[in-house]
């Protein structure tokens, strides 16, 4: 994920869909892509996805071997020590895929409180903000802007580190999004086994509600329109990126849930929005990964100011997160 100011270590320290100035170099500019790749809002406002959306891409910096849709590969699940995965639910298949390809390894539909043997709630190199802006209620992991005791916005991260990692799948969340300036909600795949810069990353879903009208990533309201995918093979300091996607031209993805998907095969990486596919570049990425969530703020949301709405009203509310491997 992608901070414009280059603080960090991880995140895409500055997906290019962090900007407009560089949305353009990301293959994003204001159409979000190639011409003709705008989703359709219909007039019962659903949106169906052309049938050419996806827009294979070669790998810059992968193997840039070609992976067909068939070919998953062996794939692992592994938990950290002393701390297992939720249990699967019901044999569920990923949204719009044929459920016999694949067998669910984790599953929180969070119904039964947050799981602290599952999830921590800081990315690893920063502390907890002891402030509450997260909760499990309502059967939804909830994540809201919030100001800490010195007044300041912090971050916060939801994470699976140490405690779950997969390699190759299919993960899968259902979310609603929350508005305003300078909020960054996130749902991505990350590995930090080995020191920087090698730091493999997925980014499935990021949003820049604050970026307003003119920025393609969001409307007058700053209600979220768009989200972008990314996709880091050996880190965000060996850029660039082997694939990107700006999907824009959306409903407010602040007023309903729906669902932020990725396909992870051997050579091949496809994104799904409410089960259509999207985008896919083939790309060899064979790190294991760990799910985070999380909600940040700035890049290209800008920052957050009196005017951003903070509490549980405008969380980023997540229904499930789920992840399957391939049948063998």
């Known amino acids: 994920m992608f901070n414009l100011t280059l603080p960090r270590f991880t995140k895409s320290i500055a997906c290019c869909a962090s900007a407009v100035v560089l949305l353009a170099a ?93 999830w921590n709630d800081a990315i690893w190199y920063e502390g907890s903000n002891a402030t509450k802006n997260y909760a499990v209620e309502d059967g939804m992991m909830k994540i809201w802007p919030q100001r800490d005791a010195a007044g300041n916005f912090f971050n916060r991260t939801i994470d699976t580190d140490g405690k779950y990692y997969q390699t190759y799948g299919y993960f899968e969340i259902e979310a609603k999004l929350p508005y305003g300036k300078g909020v960054w909600p996130a749902f991505w795949l990350f590995n930090h086994d080995q020191g920087a810069p090698i730091r493999p990353e997925i980014d499935i879903l990021e949003a820049y509600p604050g970026g307003g009208p003119n920025s393609g990533w969001s409307d007058g309201n700053l209600k979220p329109t768009a989200f972008a995918a990314t996709i880091w093979p050996t880190g965000i300091d060996h850029a660039p990126y082997a694939g990107h996607k700006t999907l824009q031209n959306l409903p407010d993805l602040s007023s309903g849930f729906h669902k932020y998907a990725v396909k992870w095969e051997p050579n091949k990486i496809t994104f799904f929005f409410d089960g259509k596919e999207f985008y896919s570049a083939n790309v060899s990425m064979s790190n294991r990964m760990y799910i985070l969530l999380d909600l940040w703020y700035g890049s290209a949301s800008g920052t957050p100011d009196g005017l951003t709405p903070t509490g549980k009203g405008n969380a980023y509310e997540v229904k499930y997160v789920r992840a399957w491997q391939f049948k063998k």
Not at 67 to 76: I, K, R, W, Y
Not at 101 to 108: A, L
């Open 26 to 118: 990301c293959g994003g500019g204001s159409g979000g892509g190639a011409a003709g790749s705008d989703p359709i809002l219909s007039s019962n406002g659903s949106v169906s996805l052309p049938s050419n959306s996806s827009g294979s891409t070669g790998s810059s910096g992968s193997s840039g071997s070609t992976g067909s849709s068939g070919s998953t590969g062996s794939t692992s699940t592994q938990t950290g020590s002393g701390t297992s995965a939720p249990a699967p639910a019901a044999n569920t298949g990923p949204y719009g895929q044929n459920a016999a390809n694949y067998v669910m390894t984790f599953s929180d539909e969070f119904e039964n409180g947050y799981n602290t043997k599952v």
